[in-house]
């Protein structure tokens, strides 16, 4: 009878902690979900986005080719949102709530603001689930050499505007 309950306890101890390691493991993503948002002039900019990491690739080039739209992030596409009207390196965006793409270039990146969201970032293809038919607004930047080296892709919104940092590029967006 001893061991019978023994035999018991030890089952449901190794059935609890089994649970919980699925659970847990459940719960941390590879890329998870990040928020930045701030002021820049009456309009506040939210963008939320999920965060991967460098572990050691090549980004821009490699893991995030040259030359092929990108969802601006991992999992979902990226969102941006504003709720005031803003100038986007000069150009008139309206208040609202867009999917942002970007097109990495080695000397030059295309920022898309795109009207559709909600959707996943890519195709079981590979491909951008972006739909340019839906394109509000694309601009082009510079990107540059960030101060320090960023494991994972982070933005982060000033009163200049926003700017996505990753690896070692930092590429800003003027906005008004």
Known sequence: MK??????????????????????AQGT???????ASGKVGAATITINYSSPS?????????????????????NEATIFETDKPIKVEGKTLAAGKYSLYATPGEKEWTIIFNSETGQWGI?????????????VLSVKVKPAK?????????????????????DNTQVPVAVK
Do not use: C, H
């Open 3 to 24: 061991k019978e309950l023994n035999r018991k306890g030890f089952m449901l101890t190794l059935a609890v902690a089994l649970m919980s390691t699925v659970a847990w």
């Open 146 to 166: 960030s101060a320090s080296m960023n494991e994972k892709l982070k933005y982060e919104v000033t009163s200049k505007g926003f700017a996505l940092l990753w």
């Open 123 to 135: 195709k079981r293809s590979g491909e951008t689930s972006k739909d340019p038919a839906k394109d």
């Open 29 to 35: 993503k590879p890329s998870p979900p990040q928020t």
């Open 54 to 74: 460098v572990k050691g690739r090549k980004i821009f080039g490699g893991l995030v080719p040259f030359d092929k739209v990108w969802r601006a992030g991992a």
